[in-house]
């Protein structure tokens, strides 16, 4: 019995044994192939940019004060910044949205709280430089100009990329065309390609005076600067 037992045992060994043998040169083959990188394949890349003028402008408005309790002082601010949310709401292509509240103590020598101190923000933003600027002159009774800053708007934004994505493929195709030539080839495909867009640097604050006086009534003068839009394309191409 146990003689059979390992006959059968041998026989059904030896089976297996060529068929593990045959798939050993398929599985080595496989491996060679995916070692064996496509010939012909150059990687590149192409960029185009612009200065877009930044048509966004945004204008923050602030109130300080001192009182001996912050219950009143909280009143007071908030009656400034509503003063100038409703004067600011007749105004057409300027919108106007609360800003930053703060109230803190103040404190004397022997860390005795002796005022408290508070300040209310209110900003402006719009497209119409020159309606911004005469609202925040007429809102210098109530409130003063703490700093303007300009930006780019998304629409602007979207505008210039569109734009530019056209010229950075251009330039990505002309790239390959003449690599192409360079290297003997007659031509190319595309074998992938990315378009990618740089963010926008915001401008850097520019900071107005705090102090109010008769000169404040006036329009300030706001000129904005350029925003640069960037778009990049990057891939490979077969050439052939």
């Given at each position: 019995m146990i003689r059979k037992t390992a006959l059968a045992f041998a026989f059904a060994l030896a089976s297996v044994t060529p068929l593990a043998l045959s798939l050993a040169p398929a599985t080595a083959f496989a491996q060679t192939v995916v070692q064996n990188p496509p010939s012909g394949v150059l990687s590149?890349?192409?960029q185009a940019s612009a200065d877009v003028p930044q048509d966004v402008v945004n204008i923050t408005?602030?109130?300080e004060q001192e009182a001996s309790d912050p219950g009143s002082l909280t009143g007071t601010l908030n009656q400034r910044a509503d003063s100038a949310l409703q004067k600011a709401k007749g105004v057409a292509g300027v919108t106007a949205r609360t800003g930053a509240f703060s109230i803190y103590p103040s404190t004397d020598r022997d860390g005795r709280i002796s005022a408290w101190r508070?300040?209310?923000e209110v900003q402006l933003e719009s497209h119409d430089f020159a309606a911004a600027s005469k609202l925040a002159g007429q809102l210098?009774?109530?409130m003063q100009v703490g700093n303007v800053t300009f930006s780019l708007?998304?629409?602007a934004q979207r505008a210039a990329?569109?734009?530019?994505?056209g010229q950075a493929i251009a330039s990505f195709r002309q790239q390959a065309t003449a690599s192409a030539e360079a290297f003997?080839?007659?031509s190319?495909?595309?074998?992938e390609v990315n378009v990618g867009h740089n963010g926008v640097m915001p401008r850097p604050m520019m900071m107005m005076s705090a102090r109010a006086d008769a000169k404040a009534a006036a329009p300030m003068p706001l000129e904005g600067g350029t925003s640069t839009v960037t778009v990049n394309v990057s891939g490979s191409v077969q050439m052939k």
């Open positions: 590149l890349s192409a408005l602030f109130y508070g300040r209310t210098s009774s109530v708007s998304p629409e990329e569109q734009k530019l994505t003997g080839y007659n190319y495909t595309i074998r």
